[in-house]
């Protein structure tokens, strides 16, 4: 029976700038905690600006908790030679939710595709070794519903089982909206679905 993964790998913020240097050709490689493809476009902007006089600005990219959405682009070096190296590093680490961009300064000799491809390889690498990789749970989230007096009850089930309250209204209607990883999130959603006047649905907003 296939266990159903319910944790990523990422990183929380930019990585230190590092540097690779290759018969005269020099490249920076840098690291981004990212979840949009809006995000991704202003670090390279922003990366553009910084390094105004470079040749090149490759970079990979993954997003989604399931590693669902990734691009590799070549900006101009040879076909597969920059970008795929630099998403091949993303794999191999494991992450998602990670923009990794290498700024290359041309020195002046041709490195040919081999040594193009082992550059960007390596600058990607030591760019994700200069980031702080976590570990996170994917989470569903559920809102529960309920009066006043049942808050005792929920609050008992909340605290025995270790929940996330991530908001929270208390009234005589209160509402709590839980983070339950994604493996515990079918029991529990049963628990509180078998619990007197007590009602739960999942969190469309997410």
């Known amino acids: 029976m296939s266990i159903e993964k319910d944790t990523y790998n990422t990183i929380t913020k930019p990585s230190e700038e ?54 590799a682009n070549d900006d101009g070096e040879p076909s597969n030679s920059a970008g795929m190296p630099i998403y091949g590093q993303l794999q191999s680490f494991d992450v998602t939710n990670v923009l990794v961009v290498v700024v290359r300064y041309f020195g002046g000799t041709k490195l040919g595709v081999g040594g193009l491809i082992q550059a960007y390889k390596t600058s990607a690498k030591l760019a994700l070794e200069a980031s702080k990789i976590i570990e996170k749970t994917i989470d569903e989230d559920f809102i529960l519903q309920f009066e006043y007096p049942e808050m005792n009850t929920v609050m008992r089930i909340v605290k025995d089982e270790n929940l996330n309250i991530t908001n929270q209204k208390m009234e005589l209607d209160c509402e709590f909206i839980i983070s339950v990883r994604k493996k515990e999130a079918e029991r529990i959603f049963q628990l509180f679905e078998n619990t007197y006047k007590v009602s739960i649905k999942r969190n469309e907003d997410e």
């Open 18 to 71: 590092t540097l690779f240097k290759d018969r005269g050709s020099k490249f920076f490689g840098y690291a981004f905690p990212v979840t949009s493809e809006e995000q991704i476009k202003e670090h390279i902007e922003q990366l553009k600006k910084q390094h105004y006089n470079a040749r090149h600005w490759c970079y990979a990219w993954q997003l989604g908790k399931f590693y669902e959405n990734y691009r």
